[in-house]
């Protein structure tokens, strides 16, 4: 599909075939198409936990007002934002020094630059951990949208759910934010689409401040 057309058809859709399952090697090559989002100093601070079973979905259906689509998609994705990703100890992070090494990179130098960086930019209050791990997973959380239309599947993203709920019923550690959750499937062919929601134009979103 035509990335113009991916961009233009993705929608997010209320009604899924609960007929319709996601093979597997599927949902492995949207997660990881989804992946080659970008990040900051490629931290990468994203998780996701993937429902799909009925009791799981059950579950998560009453922490999130109630949307049938969770229970309807074969799959739910609770899409989660590390707000200690950036941290040094953290195995991403000590991953990332890791395969910069591997490629080339002269480490040694760059390390603490690095890290004090990243904790003058992401750690210096709450606000800024959970910003650092939402802005990156939201821009992953897009790409796995944009991946799962390129490979005809349907998602929806929410965020009507009891985050605090959430993160008790399937035993979330405390470092994570849950910016959202994602059904993936396949629209339900019965169901009828909504037309396409208005957008802000070019001048709408182009500002100035003098
Ligand atoms: C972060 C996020 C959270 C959302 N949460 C919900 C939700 O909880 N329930 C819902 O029905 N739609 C939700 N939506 C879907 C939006 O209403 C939808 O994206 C918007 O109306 C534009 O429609 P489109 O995605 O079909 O282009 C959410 C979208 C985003 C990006």
Same mark, same amino acid.
């Given at each position: 599909?035509?990335?113009?057309? =991916?961009?233009?058809?993705?929608?997010?859709?209320?009604?899924?075939?609960?007929?319709?399952?996601?093979?597997?090697?599927?949902?492995?090559?949207?997660?990881?198409?989804?992946?080659?989002?970008?990040?900051?100093?490629?931290?990468?601070?994203?998780?996701?936990?993937?429902?799909?079973?009925?009791?799981?979905?059950?579950?998560?259906?009453?922490?999130?007002?109630?949307?049938?689509?969770?229970?309807?998609?074969?799959?739910?994705?609770? =899409?989660?934002?590390?707000?200690?990703?950036?941290?040094?100890?953290?195995?991403? =992070?000590?991953?990332?020094?890791?395969?910069?090494?591997?490629?080339?990179?002269?480490?040694?130098?760059?390390?603490?630059?690095?890290?004090?960086?990243?904790?003058?930019?992401?750690?210096?209050?709450?606000?800024?951990?959970?910003?650092?791990?939402?802005?990156?997973?939201?821009?992953?959380?897009?790409?796995?949208?944009?991946?799962?239309?390129?490979?005809?599947?349907?998602?929806?993203?929410?965020?009507?759910?009891?985050?605090?709920?959430?993160?008790?019923?399937?035993?979330?550690?405390?470092?994570?934010?849950?910016?959202?959750?994602?059904?993936?499937?396949?629209?339900?062919?019965?169901?009828?689409?909504?037309?396409?929601?208005?957008?802000?134009?070019?001048?709408?979103?182009?500002?100035?401040?003098?």
């Amino acid at each position: 599909m035509d990335f113009k057309d =991916v961009m233009i058809q993705r929608r997010s859709v209320n009604f899924f075939d609960p007929e319709k399952d996601v093979p597997d090697p599927l949902l492995r090559e949207m997660i990881e198409l989804g992946s080659k989002a970008p990040s900051g100093f490629n931290l990468q601070p994203w998780s996701l936990m993937v429902l799909k079973d009925r009791a799981s979905k059950e579950k998560l259906l009453k922490l999130a007002w109630n949307q049938t689509k969770i229970v309807e998609a074969p799959v739910v994705m609770i =899409v989660l934002a590390d707000r200690e990703n950036w941290m040094e100890g953290h195995p991403t =992070v000590e991953r990332n020094f890791k395969e910069m090494a591997a490629s080339g990179a002269e480490i040694e130098e760059q390390r603490s630059w690095i890290l004090e960086a990243a904790k003058k930019l992401y750690g210096s209050s709450e606000e800024r951990k959970i910003a650092f791990a939402c802005k990156n997973t939201g821009f992953f959380a897009m790409s796995l949208m944009l991946a799962a239309k390129s490979l005809g599947l349907d998602t929806h993203p929410m965020d009507g759910f009891d985050i605090d709920g959430t993160k008790e019923a399937f035993n979330i550690p405390d470092r994570f934010w849950i910016p959202l959750l994602l059904a993936v499937g396949y629209f339900n062919p019965e169901a009828v689409l909504e037309a396409p929601k208005w957008r802000k134009s070019y001048d709408d979103i182009v500002v100035s401040f003098p």
